[in-house]
């Protein structure tokens, strides 16, 4: 898709997606991210469109056996426009590159 790019999230964007996480209701703890990036450097991905951050996604890796999935947002303007999705397979591959047989955690909306 023109003008989207997916990135390692910078730490700046990691703030930014706590804050994305409080408007959907939910309640990161203040220091959850440093926990996740200190575990995993570069857990957290984040794609952006035309150079603005859009979507997130964290994929943390514990050890080769575990893996753990949050954030996965896609800010309200652009969603169903298959940037989500696109994201769910660059964090999933992320997870499974060193470990094809890695199981994955997530906390779901029950929505979703
Ligand atoms: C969930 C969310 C990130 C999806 O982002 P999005 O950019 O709107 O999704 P896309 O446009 O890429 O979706 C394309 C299609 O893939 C589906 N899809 C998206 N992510 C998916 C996933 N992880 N697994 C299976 N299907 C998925 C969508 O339902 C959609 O299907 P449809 O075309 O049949 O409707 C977005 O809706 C969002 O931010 N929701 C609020 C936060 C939230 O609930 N996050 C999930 C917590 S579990």
């Not at 997606?17 to 990161?28: C, I, L, R, T």
Request: hydrophobic share 45%; net charge neutral.
């Amino acid at each position: 898709m023109a003008g989207f790019e997916i990135a390692t999230a910078s730490a700046d964007d990691v703030a930014r997606v706590m804050g994305w996480a409080k408007d959907e209701g939910w309640n990161p703890a203040n220091t959850d991210r440093l926990a996740f990036q200190a575990v995993d450097p570069g857990a957290f991905l984040i794609g952006r469109l035309d150079g603005e951050p859009v979507v997130s996604i964290s994929v943390t890796r514990y050890g080769a056996g575990f893996g753990f999935l949050g954030c996965y947002i896609a800010r309200p303007q652009v969603r169903g426009k298959g940037f989500g999705i696109q994201l769910w397979r660059a964090g999933m591959a992320r997870l499974t590159a060193d470990s094809p047989g890695r199981n994955v955690g997530l906390d779901g909306v029950v929505a979703a």
